[in-house]
């Protein structure tokens, strides 16, 4: 049986992987942690989520140290906000406790703190911006094609619901970073575009963060040329997309390297 512990326990994301982990065999859920000033704490998160009583009470994450020690999970999954999510790394990775951590907007000085403590404590995670299978295949493509069209102007399109709090997300940062690795450009990234700019320049990428509504996520690459364009569209319909990621992340935890941080592709064999 593979323990879990889970962060941001009663979120969006939080709530949903619980629901899928209660549906697992081999997967067990022995904590569920939340902010400390949420009405829930103390409350049973299956009463709280809508699944009904499961016997894991809502632990504050004042406490996570000491329900990590009690509980002893074999991986905590992390579906939080960025300085949160720093500090629940740290202190998983100090208990010894493996990752996965589907959490956006990390900084570059946290992203260098997040991969510091993994390799001394050496343990074992998957972190990823978008844990959707077609999203990833969409990656790969974009790895694929940027090279081939590097005569085109890229520019990238996103859209989120009203309440997402980092832009642009952290699925269209990972689509940059790809690109412009193939493409050898540095610091190309153009965050929308005001004012009296002049001509766009050929090696830009164009980072464009639409937000609204109810849209759980959609991400358009658009390759323009002279006289055609070509787009790669992913559009997420539910959240279940990502949530059927983590469980496939979870599944790898077992094989994954220690002291490194995996990816998506890596848990899809994509590499
Ligand atoms: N990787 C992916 O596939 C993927 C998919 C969807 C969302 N996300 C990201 O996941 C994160 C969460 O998204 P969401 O829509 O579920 O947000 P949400 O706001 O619905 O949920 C976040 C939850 O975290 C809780 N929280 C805050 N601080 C905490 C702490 N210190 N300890 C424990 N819980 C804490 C909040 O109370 C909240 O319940 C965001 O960064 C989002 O961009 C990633």
């Known amino acids: 049986m593979i323990k879990v512990a889970i962060t941001g326990a009663s979120g969006r994301m939080g709530s949903k992987i619980i629901k899928a982990i209660l549906e697992q065999e ?5 904590a569920a942690i939340e902010a400390p000033n949420t009405p829930f704490v103390g409350e049973d998160a299956g009463e709280v989520i809508g699944a009904g009583t499961m016997g894991v009470e809502i632990t504050p994450a004042t406490e996570l140290n ?15 906000i960025a300085n949160a999510a720093v ?38 995670a998957v972190i990823a911006p978008n844990m959707a299978v077609g999203v990833n295949v969409f990656f790969k493509i974009l790895k694929d094609l940027a090279p081939i069209l590097e ?14 709090q980092d832009a642009p997300s952290g699925t269209a940062v990972k689509a940059y970073e790809i ?45 323009a040329g ?25 599944r790898y935890i077992p094989t994954a390297p220690s002291g ?3 990816d998506m592709g890596d848990v899809l064999g994509l590499k």
């Open 151 to 164: 005569d085109y102007n890229i520019e990238i399109i996103e859209a989120h619901h009203r309440h997402k």
């Open 179 to 223: 690109m412009a690795m193939e493409l050898g450009r540095e610091n190309c990234g153009v965050y929308g575009r005001e004012g009296q700019v002049g001509a766009r320049t050929h090696d830009e990428i164009g980072m464009h963060a639409v937000r609204g509504g109810d849209i759980v996520g959609d991400h358009t690459v658009l390759f």
């Open 26 to 30: 081999d997967m067990d859920i022995v």
């Open 260 to 262: 490194k941080i995996s």
């Open 226 to 250: 002279d006289g055609e364009r070509l787009e790669i569209i992913h559009r997420a319909n539910s959240r279940q997309a990502f949530v059927n990621g983590v469980i496939k992340a979870i």
């Open 87 to 124: 500090e629940t790394i740290k202190t998983s990775a100090d208990c010894g406790v493996n990752l996965v951590v589907g959490t956006t907007g990390f900084s570059d000085a946290q992203l260098s703190l997040i991969n510091k403590v993994i390799e001394e404590n050496n343990v074992k």
């Open 66 to 80: 000491t329900v990590l020690e009690k509980t002893k999970p074999d991986i905590l999954v992390d579906f939080t």
